[in-house]
């Protein structure tokens, strides 16, 4: 069955503090990796697919990273505007769009 | 370039019953996707339609349905609503085509609250 698992669950960090999140997943053929971030009582923002293990992209102070079995995203020197839930899906190589989603890591950047 | 809209933002609704959500994907988009976001389940793919044909459902009862027209807009409708359909109902739209194109993008969701 396909999965998504994200670790840690919640992430506290000061602010320039870096460090990474995971994403690990089983599917059967991968067609993408995506991540996005959500603000609450908003809808996911896009931010990254990965299509291939080796495959890096960075965007701002986030960079994301894919190997067979997981996902990095790594935040380098984060601001208070970086807090939000960063949520990992991906999707199968069946001819449809439907993303599997993680159940996100809550991240909290304190000044 | 106009995102994903949904309508409406907020609905309230009491049990039994029924509710219809609307989407209108990002110009040029063939492929909506439906999903519910709950604090307890996260995300969850409802459907996905492509041209007019539903392409992938997921694991939800047979109250959950939803349409495609052909200018792409989307809806979906719940039937007789449960306490437990309160959620965040978020609608996304793609390209459907393959590579690039299969990146999906969300609208800021319709909070449906079920008394």
């Known amino acids: 069955e396909d999965q998504v698992t994200q670790s840690p669950e919640a992430l506290r960090l000061q602010e320039g503090e870096s460090s990474s999140l995971n994403c690990s997943y089983t599917v059967s053929g991968l067609r993408g990796l995506f991540w996005y971030r959500q603000d609450p009582g908003k809808g996911p923002e896009f931010l990254f697919t990965?299509?291939?293990a080796g495959e890096e992209k960075e965007k701002e102070r986030l960079k994301a990273t894919l190997t067979k079995k997981e996902s990095f995203l790594h935040i380098t020197a984060p601001k208070p505007e970086d807090s939000a839930t960063y949520l990992c899906a991906v999707q199968a190589l069946n001819n449809t769009d439907k993303l599997i989603f993680g159940t996100g890591t809550r991240l909290q950047v304190f000044p | 370039k106009a995102g994903v809209t949904q309508t409406p933002r907020y609905l309230i609704k009491t049990r039994g019953q029924q509710v219809t959500l609307s989407c209108s994907p990002i110009s040029g988009h063939r492929s909506v996707s439906w999903y519910q976001q709950t604090p307890g389940q996260g995300l969850q793919f409802l459907f996905e339609?492509?041209?007019?044909?539903?392409?992938n459902k997921g694991n939800f009862p047979g109250r959950f349905s939803g349409r495609q027209f052909s200018n792409s807009r989307s809806e979906m409708n719940v039937s007789t609503l449960e306490l437990g359909d309160s959620a965040l109902y978020l609608c996304?739209?793609?390209?459907?085509?393959?590579?690039?194109?299969?990146?999906?993008?969300f609208g800021p969701g319709t909070r449906l609250t079920v008394l």
């Open positions: 996304a739209s793609s390209g459907g085509a393959g590579g690039s194109y299969n990146e999906q993008f």
């Open positions: 990965l299509y291939s």
């Open positions: 339609y492509f041209s007019e044909t539903q392409r």
